[in-house]
């Protein structure tokens, strides 16, 4: 059988499946086979072909436990959480699912919503966190948020506030391990020079960016930069080394979510020094 013949043998199999039913769904709406089949297969051209990304670290990644993936933020457009979703899936001896917390806005969008809940991620609220991790499961989360991604250009690759530390205190709660993680490349992707704030405030989003070529192209502006990327993950940091009770101490949640920062932040560094030119070979 040609490689043509297996994959639309594979596809027809696949739609098959999905109208009689015949596909795994867990409680929080995660499907494996459409994630894997249909989803990523979207992106990987992107993660491959036109960001190049490459990783580093994956071995701190557990195989077959719970684990909280901590990573910093960036891009304009949050296409960095799709990339990682890619790299822990694709290159991970385990292939292992990502299971993203996400900000509200995207839940409260019908389609984007829809699709997240599909391929494994949930609301960035306390007991769905808990869960996941209880259950085993490695979970991402992007402490910097809005604040992160929406950065201007200017303050590239300069971690933002990590808030209360709600992450910190999950993993200390289930006692998984915390894995630093560093993204270098989403920066450059769409470079943040103005913000809409009017027009943002209007649609109801955070901000409205504004790049050396959006809006002024119009659509063709939202084609991203296609900079060269790193994924690095750093050795895990402890959580069974606390109570559970600990998760309660806002002194104890302070410190090791300054510790989890300052990790990121050396990563950062590190990997840009490793990457050089945002565009090889360009310049």
Same mark, same amino acid.
Not at 47 to 55: A, C, L
Not at 93 to 121: E, I, M
């Given at each position: 059988?040609?490689? !043509?013949?297996?994959?639309?043998?594979?596809?027809?199999?696949?739609?098959?499946?999905?109208?009689?039913?015949? #596909?795994?769904?867990?409680?929080?709406?995660?499907?494996?086979?459409?994630?894997?089949?249909?989803?990523?297969?979207? +992106?990987?051209?992107?993660?491959?072909?036109?960001?190049?990304?490459?990783?580093?670290?994956?071995?701190?990644?557990?195989?077959?436990?719970?684990?909280?993936? !901590?990573?910093?933020?960036?891009?304009?457009?949050?296409?960095?959480?799709?990339?990682?979703?890619?790299?822990?899936?694709?290159?991970?001896?385990?292939?292992?699912?990502?299971?993203?917390?996400?900000?509200?806005? !995207?839940?409260?969008?019908?389609?984007?919503?829809?699709?997240?809940?599909?391929?494994?991620?949930?609301?960035?609220?306390?007991?769905?966190?808990?869960?996941?991790?209880?259950?085993?499961?490695?979970?991402?989360?992007?402490?910097?948020?809005?604040?992160?991604?929406?950065?201007?250009?200017?303050?590239? #690759?300069?971690?933002?506030?990590?808030?209360?530390?709600?992450?910190?205190?999950?993993? +200390?709660?289930?006692?998984?391990?915390?894995?630093?993680?560093?993204?270098?490349?989403?920066?450059?992707? #769409?470079?943040?020079?103005?913000?809409?704030?009017?027009?943002?405030?209007?649609?109801?989003?955070? #901000?409205?960016? !504004?790049?050396?070529?959006?809006?002024?192209?119009?659509?063709?502006?939202?084609?991203?930069?296609?900079?060269?990327?790193?994924?690095?993950?750093?050795?895990?940091?402890?959580?069974?080394?606390?109570?559970?009770?600990?998760?309660?101490?806002?002194?104890?949640?302070?410190?090791?979510?300054?510790?989890?920062?300052?990790? +990121?932040?050396?990563?950062?560094?590190?990997?840009?020094?490793?990457?050089?030119?945002?565009?090889?070979?360009?310049?």
């Amino acid at each position: 059988m040609s490689d !043509v013949d297996r994959r639309v043998a594979e596809l027809l199999a696949l739609l098959r499946r999905r109208v009689t039913g015949e #596909y795994e769904v867990d409680e929080f709406g995660f499907d494996p086979e459409l994630t894997d089949k249909v989803l990523l297969e979207l +992106i990987r051209p992107l993660y491959r072909d036109w960001f190049r990304v490459e990783t580093t670290g994956m071995e701190h990644v557990p195989a077959d436990s719970g684990a909280l993936v !901590v990573a910093n933020h960036s891009g304009t457009i949050p296409l960095d959480g799709l990339m990682l979703q890619v790299a822990l899936h694709d290159h991970h001896p385990a292939r292992r699912a990502l299971r993203l917390l996400g900000a509200d806005l !995207v839940y409260r969008l019908p389609l984007l919503g829809h699709l997240a809940r599909k391929s494994g991620h949930t609301l960035a609220c306390r007991e769905d966190a808990d869960r996941l991790l209880r259950k085993g499961e490695l979970v991402g989360v992007f402490p910097e948020g809005f604040k992160g991604v929406g950065k201007p250009f200017s303050e590239r #690759y300069r971690l933002q506030r990590f808030g209360r530390g709600g992450f910190v205190a999950s993993a +200390i709660r289930a006692q998984t391990p915390i894995v630093p993680c560093a993204i270098v490349g989403a920066e450059e992707i #769409y470079p943040k020079i103005g913000d809409l704030r009017l027009l943002a405030r209007a649609l109801g989003l955070p #901000y409205l960016p !504004v790049t050396p070529l959006f809006p002024w192209l119009g659509p063709l502006g939202a084609v991203p930069l296609p900079s060269k990327w790193v994924i690095g993950f750093g050795e895990p940091v402890r959580t069974d080394e606390f109570d559970p009770a600990d998760a309660d101490d806002p002194m104890v949640v302070f410190h090791l979510t300054d510790q989890i920062r300052e990790i +990121i932040q050396q990563q950062l560094n590190e990997l840009r020094l490793r990457r050089g030119h945002a565009f090889p070979p360009f310049f």
